[in-house]
């Protein structure tokens, strides 16, 4: 799904630019007769306050960031698709009368109004049908993604500025389908939820056979853990960050560090049940065979097993480059293991090419 109407399709290779709030990570894949083939993969760090909460506060900083993995990487091509989440993105499903997709097109526009908490005017919006009229009720189910326009708006400056052409711009959620989709085939009827934990936001998103039908973003990622360590051993932001990931040996005591860590792991699994418990108590038979970890602070220690204990779903850390073949230079499996998790959302975006719906 993307939210801009380019008139022909020409599949030609473009770049995929994940732009989270802790660093962009970029991913080039090309398509050959064996499947996918990964060409280029880079990752840059941003400083903290240079995009907060999903929307780009210093548009120089993020802009020059991006140049300069671009040309790190030696990227050619022009064409860009990156994705956006957080409170700028809207998603629900919606029951609509069954009609044709240009008709539901159409009517979308006047009908989105009572389920978006902006005016119309504000927002791109776009849909993917998840079944037509399956029980022959008149009714079929919509998801409605609407996204401000705004933010949309400095997105594309930013990556204009880098000297690119965004031909899509996606939802994160969408991204984690397209990732999922290449890497799990889809067993009929299994139904798999995607949790990505970045650094300012949690993602979920629930996949039946293959559809994404309920997403939730929480407001919560690394930072809290990062703040969590900086109020419990009383350091930097910069300090509890090195030592979150294990980075730095601290002077100081670092008895309480399990401690911290483990306060926001448990509250982060508790939010992530509370989210999956509203979706299966609005479905009727619903259940989730198996959660998928993806996401920078899926790499804390110890999360997945207290997501697997709270929830009592089986919790499995999602492998993107899982059916992909490598050919980038410098990495062998430890190492593509490692950054593995970084990558969920971006490999998604890479399936993705100018034109595409
Ligand atoms: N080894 C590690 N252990 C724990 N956390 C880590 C590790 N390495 C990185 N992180 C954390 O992962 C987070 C970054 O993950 P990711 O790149 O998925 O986030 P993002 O896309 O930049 O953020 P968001 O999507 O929330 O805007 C940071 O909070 C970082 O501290
Ligand atoms: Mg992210």
Redesign the pocket.
């Known amino acids: 799904m993307d939210l801009s109407f380019l008139p022909f399709s020409k599949k030609r290779d473009a770049v995929a630019l ?1 732009i ?4 962009i ?1 970029l991913v080039q894949m090309s398509q050959t007769k064996q499947g996918w083939e990964l060409t280029k993969l880079g990752k840059a760090d ?1 400083p903290p306050e240079a ?1 907060v909460d ?1 929307s780009i506060i210093d548009s120089m900083t993020v802009t020059n960031t991006l140049k300069e993995l671009m040309s790190e990487h030696g990227i050619k091509v022009k064409d860009s698709v990156s994705s956006l ?2 409170h700028s993105v809207i998603i629900k499903k919606v029951s609509f009368p069954a009609m044709a997709e240009e008709e539901l097109a159409e009517s979308i526009q006047w009908e989105a109004e009572q389920y978006i908490p902006f005016p119309v005017s504000e927002v791109n919006i776009d849909f993917q049908i998840l079944g037509a009229d399956i029980e022959g009720r008149g009714q079929m189910d919509v998801m409605l993604v609407a996204v401000k326009k705004d933010v949309i708006n400095d997105y594309t400056t930013v990556i204009n500025e880098a000297g690119l052409t965004p031909v899509v711009i996606d939802v ?1 959620s969408f991204a984690l389908e397209n990732m999922m989709e290449i890497n799990y085939p889809v067993t009929p009827g299994e139904t798999v939820a995607v949790v ?6 949690t993602s979920i998103s629930v996949i039946v056979s293959g559809l994404t039908i309920f997403t939730r973003s929480i407001p919560m ?3 809290q ?2 703040e969590e360590i900086q109020r419990q051993l009383n350091v930097s932001f910069k300090d509890a ?1 090195n030592l ?3 980075r730095s040996e601290a002077d100081s005591d670092m008895t309480s560090l399990p401690a911290a860590i483990d306060t926001v792991s448990t509250n982060l699994a508790f939010e992530v049940k509370r989210s999956l418990d509203f979706f299966l108590g609005g479905t009727q038979g619903a259940y989730v065979n198996k959660i998928y970890l993806s ?3 899926s ?3 110890g999360l997945q097993l207290l997501m697997q204990e709270k929830t009592g779903i089986p919790v499995e850390m999602v492998y993107p480059f899982k059916n992909i073949e490598i050919s980038v230079k410098g990495y062998d499996d430890e190492m593509l293991k490692d950054v593995a ?2 990558f969920g ?1 971006a490999v998604g975006l890479a399936t993705r090419r100018f034109g595409d719906r």
Do not use: M, Q, W, Y
Not at 20 to 23: A, D, K, M, T, Y
Not at 196 to 201: K, Q
């Open positions: 994940d989270g709030s802790s660093s990570k941003l995009i999903g989440t957080g994160d990505n934990v970045g650094a300012s936001i990622g690394g930072n853990f990062t960050e979150k990931i294990g996401g920078g602070s790499k804390i220690e998790p970084f959302v």
